[in-house]
């Protein structure tokens, strides 16, 4: 696996910005919300690498923090939206008529908006928090996995195996779960990486508007609108939380390349 | 030509149902806010008696799908409710901030289109080679970049430190530089690499081959083989991805404050101002359903063998 390239690669960025976000407090010794009025706006130096932000937090501290709340929020945003879309996507391909109509009318739906405009809406009616923010992300792009996992099972009923199991009386639900599902699996395991980036990045937009995680929480996407203010004097506050979510992004965006090279090269997102 | 009439009526009629559904959709959700408008206006100010009169003048005391049907029945005579917080028309304020965002809309979209298909045809046709392979590369960073972190980069550089351009709002064409800049960057990484790995099939036919044999110019069977063949695909995300464009430049105008209808939702989204998020989301639901209903049609025209597919 780690002759691939890409894969090696985006593991590698993933695998330290994970350790950055576990020993986030440790690494640093100071706390993301340690308000120091005295080390305001002080410029990247020995004591605070990324400098610190207006009520003198070390911006280093921060940006690793930010990194927990990124990765929570795309985990369980793409947790959520691969539920649904999976289930959605095995009953449409198994059942057909009217229920897959119905069900690939609903996709229709979600791709009827913008993503980032449908997540404003939902996530205003749920209130502003990072798990809402995970939540109204899942709502708007579970479809792509429906669309992926409905075509695999389109082709699999037709195999002898599903022939044979339907024969011999097994339900339609023991067959998707037993037999469709493991040889859809591969797939959604390759989509579910490849849809991690544009989770982070949705949540940071939501968290740059002020729907998502709220002060102090350091999100980066929180921290960039924070930063906007003292663009003039303190920059690396408009810099570094910027370069965070580049990293995350570019690091996934490497894994899932290499996972589909690896697994499912014929995979579209 | 009668069944491609057919079919692009039934398209236009399933997507004047799709806009219909996520309005209706978006409408209940709204109806589900915490809190409404009036207590948000006037808080514990206002008598009970005052507040119920004002939910009775508003419509507010129906239940979602008669507020639906209202809405429905205004909207059908170009009437979309007057805004909660500046009682104004909302078609008004919406037809007001329209242009703008239209504007950053197609300029960024001009700019995607102009700089990435040149450069997808010169690095699929000269493949592995430098060029080819720092567009690869850039393209993966490119399109990590939020456009709003873009927006925001672009302002430290162009206007805090060089003092190039100004750093918000609408004063003149100068002012469209980065907001446009933003949007258009991290698209144009798509769109190349999908030129260039379309190059890269197209330059392995069979027919640019004969073509060669031939003894056609290498320009000649540049343009009319291979680029034309290549544009299939392209065209098509040309029409998919706008409503992406509308919705990224949401983020955007509240960055550079563009006057626009982005800035415009995200404000009244803040305000839980129902009517002009409302109207802004239906108009919205409409451009993007418009879109990807003539890249349906669109694409059967360019490529009769996929009409087949495009029903499915």
């Not at chain 1, 100071?30 to 308000?35: G, K, L, N, R, V």
């Not at chain 1, 990324?50 to 009520?55: A, N, V």
């Not at chain 1, 009616?125 to 923010?133: A, K, T």
């Amino acid at each position: 696996m780690f002759k691939n390239p890409s894969f090696a690669t985006g593991f590698a960025v993933i695998a330290l910005v994970a350790l950055g976000a576990a020993l986030a407090g440790h690494a640093t010794g100071y706390e993301f919300d340690a308000i120091n009025m005295s080390e305001v706006l002080k410029s990247p130096s020995r004591a605070n690498w990324l400098g610190t932000d207006q009520y003198g937090r070390d911006l280093f501290t921060r940006v690793l923090f930010g990194a927990r709340i990124a990765l929570r929020v795309g985990f369980i945003a793409v947790a959520i939206e691969s539920l649904i879309g999976v289930t959605l996507g095995l009953i449409s391909g198994y059942l057909g008529g009217y229920v897959e109509r119905a069900i690939l009318f609903v996709t229709d739906l979600t791709w009827a908006m913008p993503p980032v405009i449908l997540a404003m809406a939902i996530v205003t009616v749920l209130g502003p928090s990072v798990n809402n923010v995970a939540v109204s992300i899942a709502v708007v792009s579970w479809a792509q996995f429906t669309r992926v996992v409905r075509a695999k099972t389109l082709s699999l009923k037709e195999l002898p195996y599903i022939e044979a199991a339907e024969s011999i009386g097994e339900s339609g639900l023991s067959i998707l779960v037993r037999y469709i599902l493991p040889n859809v699996a591969p797939s959604i395991i390759v989509l579910a990486t490849l849809s991690l980036p544009s989770a982070i990045m949705s949540t940071t937009a939501l968290g740059f508007l002020g729907l998502g995680a709220q002060p102090p929480t350091p999100d980066w996407g929180v921290m960039l609108s924070e930063g906007i203010s003292y663009i003039e004097d303190a920059s690396w506050l408009s810099v570094f939380p910027g370069v965070a979510i580049v990293v995350l992004v570019v690091g996934f965006n490497f894994l899932g390349e290499g996972l589909r090279e690896l697994i499912d090269p014929r995979i579209k997102l | 030509m009668n069944g491609f009439f057919a079919f692009v009526l039934r398209r236009a009629l399933y997507g004047a149902l799709v806009v219909l559904s996520v309005t209706a959709i978006l409408f209940s959700i709204l109806q589900m806010m915490p809190g409404d408008a009036i207590e948000l206006l006037g808080g514990n100010r206002i008598s009970k008696n005052r507040i119920e009169m004002m939910r009775v003048a508003w419509g507010l005391d129906k239940p979602p799908a008669i507020q639906y049907l209202y809405w429905l029945r205004n909207l059908a005579t170009g009437n979309m409710g007057v805004s909660i917080m500046t009682s104004q028309d909302v078609a008004k304020m919406i037809l007001g901030r329209l242009p703008y965002t239209l504007l950053l809309t197609f300029l960024a979209l001009a700019v995607q289109y102009l700089a990435a298909i040149p450069l997808g045809l010169i690095a699929g046709v000269y493949r592995d080679s430098l060029f080819d392979r720092i567009c690869v590369q850039s393209a993966v960073i490119l399109r990590a970049i939020p456009s709003f972190w873009l927006g925001i980069l672009l302002i430290l550089l162009f206007s805090v430190k060089l003092r190039l351009f100004p750093v918000s709002g609408y004063s003149g064409l100068q002012s469209l530089v980065l907001p446009v800049l933003s949007i258009a960057l991290p698209l144009i990484a798509d769109t190349m690499r999908l030129t260039r790995s379309e190059v890269v099939e197209t330059m392995a036919e069979k027919h640019v081959t004969t073509a060669r044999a031939k003894g056609l110019r290498e320009r000649l069977i540049l343009l009319r083989h291979i680029l034309r063949n290549s544009m299939v695909p392209v065209s098509v995300m040309f029409f998919l991805t706008l409503p992406w464009l509308i919705g990224g430049s949401v983020v955007v105008e509240t960055v550079f404050s563009w006057p626009g209808m982005g800035r415009l939702l995200w404000r009244s989204v803040a305000q839980q101002d129902y009517p002009v998020i409302q109207g802004i989301i239906f108009v919205i639901a409409v451009l993007t359903v418009v879109c990807s209903t003539v890249g349906d049609i669109v694409l059967s025209l360019l490529d009769p063998r996929i009409k087949g597919a495009v029903k499915s």
